[in-house]
C-alpha cells in the first residue's frame, strides 16, 4: 500500500505510463494525479510516453497502449477482474437461442446417481 496526498491508501499494482509513479491498476487512466492533469490539457493520447504500466519498464507506450511487448497478453490482476454477476435466468437464456425463455426443468430419469432433465418448453434434455 502507499499513501497519497489526500490520506486515502490505495493499491499500487501498477505504475504511471509518464513518471513511474506506483499507482492502482486502470488501464483506462494510466497516469498518476499530476500526470493526468497534465494530459487533460492536451487530450493528445498517442502522445508518446515513457514506461508499461503493468510492469514499469522503460517502453515507448501510449495512453492507448499503455503496455510493452511482454505486458500486453497478460491478463489484469485478479483482483481487477470483474465478477461476473448474472440471475439464473440470464445464464440459462444464453445457453440456448435468445428467443427461448428461461428453462423449466423437470427430472425425467436418475441414472447412476446422476439426473437427467428436460425443459417443459423447449424439450432440451440436460444431465448433472
Request: net charge positive; proline share 3%; hydrophobic share 20%.
Given at each position: 500500500m502507499i499513501k497519497m496526498n489526500s490520506?486515502?491508501?490505495?493499491?499500487?499494482?501498477?505504475?504511471?505510463?509518464?513518471?513511474?509513479?506506483?499507482?492502482?491498476?486502470?488501464?483506462?487512466?494510466?497516469?498518476?494525479?499530476?500526470?493526468?492533469?497534465?494530459?487533460?490539457?492536451?487530450?493528445?493520447?498517442?502522445?508518446?510516453?515513457?514506461?508499461?504500466?503493468?510492469?514499469?519498464?522503460?517502453?515507448?507506450?501510449?495512453?492507448?497502449?499503455p503496455f510493452c511487448d511482454k505486458c500486453v497478453h497478460l491478463r489484469p490482476p485478479k483482483d481487477r477482474i470483474p465478477k461476473i454477476t448474472k440471475s439464473k435466468e440470464e445464464i440459462l437464456k444464453k445457453a440456448i437461442h435468445p428467443d427461448c425463455p428461461p428453462h423449466d426443468w423437470v427430472i425425467i430419469d436418475w441414472v447412476e446417481d446422476?439426473?437427467?432433465?428436460?425443459?417443459?418448453?423447449?424439450?432440451?434434455?440436460r444431465k448433472s
Open positions: 490520506k486515502r491508501s490505495i493499491k499500487s499494482d501498477a505504475y504511471c505510463i509518464r513518471c513511474r509513479f506506483a499507482i492502482s491498476y486502470d488501464p483506462e487512466d494510466p497516469f498518476c494525479f499530476e500526470c493526468g492533469l497534465i494530459w487533460e490539457k492536451y487530450h493528445n493520447k498517442y502522445y508518446k510516453e515513457k514506461y508499461c504500466h503493468r510492469c514499469g519498464r522503460r517502453w515507448r507506450t501510449s495512453k492507448v497502449h446422476r439426473k437427467q432433465e428436460r425443459c417443459s418448453k423447449c424439450g432440451k434434455i
